[in-house]
């Protein structure tokens, strides 16, 4: 499976009042579309993710899994700001031909939902069955449902809130400043602030885990130990992991992005945005999540029309929507099943709507 690209050659107005000339989105689709569309799930993918939800979903993508190709058309695209393809810091500008770096606009969660839309467009799709995302995918999804209520017909919202917390933007601030305070960061390479990047990851990390979790993953060898603790060598090893693969600009403009969500912003209040939602809402939150509490996604559940909500208990907190694939896929089962909504969509025009 190969990434695609929508190229979009017009200005795309931003929140902010800036505007990008042109963009790109990287994307992957998987299956066969329905000619009645009527098996389309749309994986929207979180903060550090990419286009190929099975490489980062595994457990709930691909063949034999829950959101298995042969019955559902999956989408998943790579978001404007991010670094696998799509338009981001280290994209050439195509004002000055040289790469954005500080010069990226800012970036909202609205702003990015505008661009899945036009994808959607350009795809010719008029209907999806399922929207579902976890975290930074969950606000996109939620913001979607709220931009297009009448395109989504189930909505999957795991570990994910209304507004961006004081608490959420004061964990991405504290990476940011780490990334500030690397030397590097002032200056227009690609590489720059990189060793602040590892700190700031370092600092997610505990964000995303929990107390139990490192208690049980990073126990103390012995108890004569003086240095050399499992704990520490994780950290690094986290900030080695991202570096491998992402950049600082990318990292900054998407906690920044994640800092922005806020369903109310222009709405009146966020009642009054959750109230507009029309499509079938499952919310998921995970007992032990730390970043996005289970009081958000009940939040959630309380106040968009007949939504239900359903908790995991896990042991690895928020990054749990990403590890506990089977009881995730047991819930969502189930929610489908109670409304009479079948996982055993085809591929062939014999086949009605599965809902």
Not at 17 to 36: I, Q, V
Not at 149 to 167: G, Y
Not at 199 to 211: E, G, K, L, Q, T
Request: hydrophobic fraction near 40%.
């Amino acid at each position: 499976m190969s990434l695609q690209y929508f190229d979009y050659k017009y200005s795309f107005p931003l929140e902010s009042g800036e505007s990008l000339p042109s963009f790109r989105l990287a994307y992957t689709t998987r299956g066969t579309l329905n000619p009645d569309q009527s098996n389309v799930v749309w994986v929207c993918h979180a903060l550090t993710g990419n286009a190929d939800a099975g490489d980062w979903w595994g457990g709930m993508v691909g063949p034999g899994k829950y959101f298995d190709p042969e019955q559902y058309f999956i989408v998943c695209v790579n978001v404007l700001g991010s670094c696998y393809g799509s338009t981001g810091p280290l994209s050439i500008s195509p004002v000055s031909r040289q790469p954005f770096y500080h010069d990226f606009p800012a970036l909202t969660i609205r702003d990015i939902v505008g661009t899945l839309d036009l994808l959607r467009q350009e795809l010719g799709i008029e209907t999806i069955h399922t929207c579902i995302g976890g975290s930074v995918g969950g606000e996109q999804a939620v913001e979607w449902a709220i931009l297009q209520p009448n395109l989504i017909r189930n909505l999957v919202l795991i570990a994910a809130s209304a507004v961006a917390s004081p608490w959420c933007i004061a964990f991405n601030e504290a990476q940011r400043m780490a990334i500030e305070a690397d030397p590097t960061w002032t200056e227009r390479r690609d590489d720059a602030g990189q060793a602040g990047m590892k700190a700031a990851r370092a600092m997610a990390m505990i964000s995303y885990r929990n107390y139990d979790t490192y208690g049980f993953t990073q126990a103390l060898d012995n108890n004569e130990q003086l240095d050399g603790y499992k704990a520490a060598g994780y950290q690094r090893y986290q900030g080695e992991k991202l570096a491998d693969r992402f950049n600082a600009f990318t990292y900054w403009t998407l906690t920044k992005v994640m800092d922005s969500h806020n369903v109310g912003r222009n709405r009146g209040s966020i009642l009054n945005a959750l109230g507009q939602i029309k499509a079938r809402t499952l919310v998921v939150g995970i007992r032990s999540d730390l970043l996005f509490p289970p009081s958000e996604q009940q939040f959630l559940a309380r106040h968009i029309p007949d939504a239900v909500y359903e908790e995991i208990d896990s042991l690895y907190g928020h990054d749990g929507f990403l590890i506990e694939f089977r009881p995730l896929a047991n819930i969502i089962r189930k929610w489908m099943t109670s409304a009479g909504i079948t996982t055993e969509i085809k591929t062939t025009s014999t086949i009605r709507l599965s809902q």
